[in-house]
């Protein structure tokens, strides 16, 4: 079984969702985006997403725009991104890892070279913010024939009309992104969240996850109530933002995303209580 | 002879919104039931001869159409070749080509029920003629503009303002074209139900492409049978300048299928092309990838990650190109050629000394091209440049760059 599925079946078996943290690879500088990595188990988180760094990130609010600008400017490429995926492995093979971002480094990568790549080095999924499902022979199809699940995006705008559509190649689990806007911003309506979290369960058996505007421990308990997971990022690179000293990592840099995630695993365990 | 049927190259886009490898649908799914929804919408007016006949009122009476076809005189003497001819759209409302494409999609997005436009601009062109159809059709409009570009478009920023609309400037990355169509499109996925995206330029997810280059192409129909009437016959070659290509498709889209009419493409050389980033010539300098919706010529590095470019048009100062442009490079039916900002800076006096006319730097870029190309023609041969925009906003930084005392 891919680690996705089997990390949501055993966060199911105990009553609660799983905490999907989102960090940026390459963010503030390589060597210390791979501690925050190596960390993020021990932590509580249940599931990684590392984003891969892009110079135009379109869904994204001010806090993950500055957070690959930082990995960018300090040298981050996909390959290296890759590399950092091989490292975690060496101590951990059970946390599922889903890289998420844009299509066009991996487009200029290749697709069947990235595929096997990724592969290769313990990626278990994707997540590309700028593939909907009428471009699945991009990617999709390629990474779903190489054993690696690819994560949707549903919003609100998806209506019912549209989901199965939008579900028919989803795999491991559906990101259902909390409100029409860019990551970190408000959420405008939190009792429509559960609903529509009802609504595409209705049309799937795969786990649906919330995520986009989850800050803090007590959302996370809030929302965690009907979804099978909760994605957080924005306070995380955040947390990696203030801590820096002249754009450089501090001795409390990887500490202070730890912190945050200790907090966020507390709040999932009370979603259900 | 006319090229038809399965062999015109005016048949794109396909289904999926391909001109070949290029185009599509890249957005995020919030954006995508809208994206189909405005397909609909753009094949429902499409059908409607009330739409096209709002349109053709509003292109008379509003606009100004058709724009003349001039024959300069003078230019083509100095430059001692082809006969050169403008297609004058520097005369249009609003100063350019750009309202033709405004006009056609706030009717689009009023028969859609949206309630909020916005837009993206570099020049400030397209700011000024989306804040000019909304003060018309009164609708809130707010531009997103590169910082950058605010400084050296001033004037154009003023008009916005006083047409109504809110300017946003976006200092994110260069502050310049690519930046305010990225936070337009963080605009957009906020405000989805409410709000029209009109985008400035034949790029961006399908069906803007076809969509703009629709609204633009009476520019190629207005030339051809203005042409016809002045010589009898088709122009042997013609030109446009190229940023995302809205103006340059226009131009081209009645000619793709008249092997006998070369067409030419004029982009941004910026310093050189052989300077590393110091250029927005995406397909003589770029590759292909995928940005802003659509996959096409860009300027990138070796990741993926996109450069900003150089030009010194605000304009053209743009790391892709709409994806038809992309497709008509490949199979060679265009030629595009890069044109530094000294060679514009130099067609733009030229212009404005031999015919009294100052053009929009953008425009100055195609103008180059002409005087590349009217010197190897023979002088029974006619060039024609869609002079896409007058240069009233380039006054200042023309100035500037030429030394003028800018106190005297």
Known sequence: MNRIPARFAACAAANRPALVTFVMAGDPDPATSQAILDGLPAAGADVIELGMPFSDPMADGVAIQMAGRRALDAGQTLQQTLSMVESFRKTDGETPIILMGYYNPIYIFGVDAFVAAAKAAGVDGLIIVDLPAEEDEELCVPALAAGINFI??????????RLPAVLKNTSGFVYYVSMTGITGAAIKSRAAVADAVRRIKSHTDLPVA???GIKTAADAAEFGRHADGIVVGTVLVDAVGNSLDNGKATGGTVGAVRDIVTDLASGVRLARV | MAVSGINSLRLGPDEDGRFGLYGGRFVAETLMPLILDLEKAYRDAKADPAFAAEIQHLATHYTGRPSPLYFAERLTAHLGGAKVWLKREELNHTGSHKINNCLGQVLLAKRMGKTRIIAETGAGQHGVATATVCAKFDLPCIVFMGATDVARQWPNVLRMKMLGAEVRPVTAGAGTLKDAMNEALRDWVTNVETTYYIIGTAAGPHPYPEMVRDFQSVIGTELKEQFLEAEGRLPEAVVACVGGGSNAIGTFHAFLDEPEVALYGAEAGGYGIEVDNGHAASMTGGRPGVLHGNRTYLLQNADGQILEGHSISAGLDYPGVGPEHAFLHDTKRVTYAPITDQEALEAFQLLTRMEGIIP???????????????????????????????GDKDVESVG??????MNA
């Open chain 1, 152 to 161: 949707r995006l549903t919003t609100p705008t998806t209506d019912d009309r």
């Open chain 1, 210 to 212: 919330v995520g986009f």
């Open chain 2, 360 to 390: 929009a730097l953008e425009s100055a870029h195609g103008l180059a091209q002409v005087m590349k190309l009217a010197p190897t023609m023979d002088k029974d041969q006619s060039v024609v440049l869609c002079l896409s925009g007058r």
């Open chain 2, 400 to 405: 500037r760059h030429l030394g003028m005392d």
